[in-house]
């Protein structure tokens, strides 16, 4: 550096006018707890954060606010699973409700009626199983076609929601029957 240039850094810091701070200082100052000193008052806004992101979680899943929603469902391709199964009719949305009819039956006291609901429960699983493989091979064909190539686990995200009754699933169906998506 020459005399010249020192001279202009010189007079560029001189507008100052303050000392610099001490970093302990600086550091100090930006010291803020991480809870309250009021630790019932802390508690209560802890809870009442963690309710408004539940609520907001809740309304994403009856509404299909993408933003929202848990990061299972989020993504076009889970949405495209969900609108493919909830625009179907299928045997697994009945398994519950076919599981409970075949148990009823079971406690009939003669053996054969007791044998047929057992062979009758048996088959009826077996169809829903089959019924979750072809959903998933369709969701996968569909989704391939569409976007290229599909996200992992989308095949059993889609099968596992066919085997829900359609009022229970979550987040709710945005489509009707038949409104196959696009």
């Given at each position: ?15 100052k006018g303050?000392?610099?701070?001490k ?7 930006n ?20 309710a408004?992101?539940r609520?907001r ?9 993408e933003?929202y ?7 076009p391709?889970?949405r495209f ?28 006291p ?43 686990g ?29």
């Open positions: 550096m020459t005399e010249e240039d020192r001279g202009t850094a010189k007079s560029q810091s001189e507008g303050r000392p610099t701070p970093r302990r200082d600086q550091e100090a100052a010291r803020r707890p991480l809870i309250s000193d009021n630790r019932k008052v802390a508690r209560q806004q802890h809870r009442q954060a963690v408004e992101e609520a979680m809740r309304r994403a899943l009856d509404t299909g606010e933003k929603l848990p990061p299972r469902d989020k993504g391709q889970r699973a969900r609108d493919y199964v909830d625009a179907r009719w299928g045997l697994g949305e009945w398994l519950i409700i076919g599981v409970l009819v075949f148990l009823a039956l079971s406690f009939v003669t053996p054969t009626m007791q044998m047929a609901s057992t062979i009758g429960m048996l088959a009826f699983v077996f169809l829903v199983i089959f019924e979750g493989f072809w959903v998933g091979h369709q969701v996968k064909k569909r989704l391939e076609a569409k976007f290229g190539e599909m996200e992992p989308t095949r059993w995200y889609a099968a596992m929601r066919s085997t829900q009754m359609r009022r229970m699933r979550l987040p709710k169906p945005q489509v009707k029957r038949g409104q196959f998506p696009g």
